[in-house]
């Protein structure tokens, strides 16, 4: 079966520097991933996405790079900023496994 | 174009007692999946409901049940409520090319 997890449970940046949060798939079949972001109070929200045909995908000051090679894919998010202070997520493609997240933790 | 609706967004209910959570899923979606989320946990996936019929279920026992209606919506029921049971409960709606839309969730507290 796949199992998702990710490597740290809490990353601090300072405010106005890069995150990068990461996490590993053991499926190597995986052929779609996807980031969610959770506020305090509120459901997961989807960030970004991407298929395994891809090696990078760029939003919105967010960046996802995926390395199928060691099963490793990272979620990198620019100038950083007070509202970016979630729990992130990057389960299966089934939605099936979240693993229990990292929270980004935002220094003034 | 409304997201995921969960009602009601609180609960406190007495240990013993039953409940039901309802989810109106995204307009276009007909797949309800339902997660359990403790407190510093990731969520956790209990069923999910395709055409009125559960069509995959997560580590819950048969205390967890659920349906789907006509429209999409659903709900949970939760039986003999644990202590355990307390968490935020999430509904999340999707369909073939479209991915996972959640609701804010249902707070349930078991006293």
């Known amino acids: 079966g796949e199992s998702v997890g990710l490597h740290l449970p809490t990353l601090s940046v300072q405010e106005g520097d890069n995150s990068i949060i990461n996490c590993a798939y053991s499926n190597s079949a995986s052929d779609y991933f996807i980031w969610y972001k959770q506020e305090s109070g509120k459901g997961p929200q989807f960030i970004i996405d991407i298929r395994s045909n891809m090696d990078k995908r760029q939003g919105q000051r967010v960046t996802v790079l995926l390395n199928k090679t060691v099963k490793h894919l990272s979620l990198q998010i620019a100038a950083t900023q007070p509202g970016d202070s979630a729990v992130y997520f990057c389960p299966g493609a089934d939605g099936l496994t979240f693993g229990k997240g990292t929270h980004l933790i935002i220094q003034p | 174009d409304a997201g995921v609706t969960q009602s009601p967004t609180h609960l406190i209910k007495t240990r013993g007692q039953q409940v039901t959570l309802r989810c109106s899923p995204k307009?276009?979606?007909?797949?309800v999946s339902w997660y359990q989320q403790a407190l510093g946990q990731g969520p956790q996936f209990i069923f999910q409901y395709y055409e009125e019929e559960e069509r995959q279920r997560g580590n819950f026992p048969d205390r967890f049940s659920g349906h789907q209606f006509p429209n999409y919506s659903s709900e949970l029921n939760v039986n003999a409520l644990l202590l355990g049971d307390s968490a935020l409960y999430l509904c999340a709606s999707s369909a073939t090319g479209d991915g996972y839309t959640f609701g804010s969730g249902t707070r349930l507290t078991v006293v």
């Open positions: 307009s276009g979606h007909d797949t």
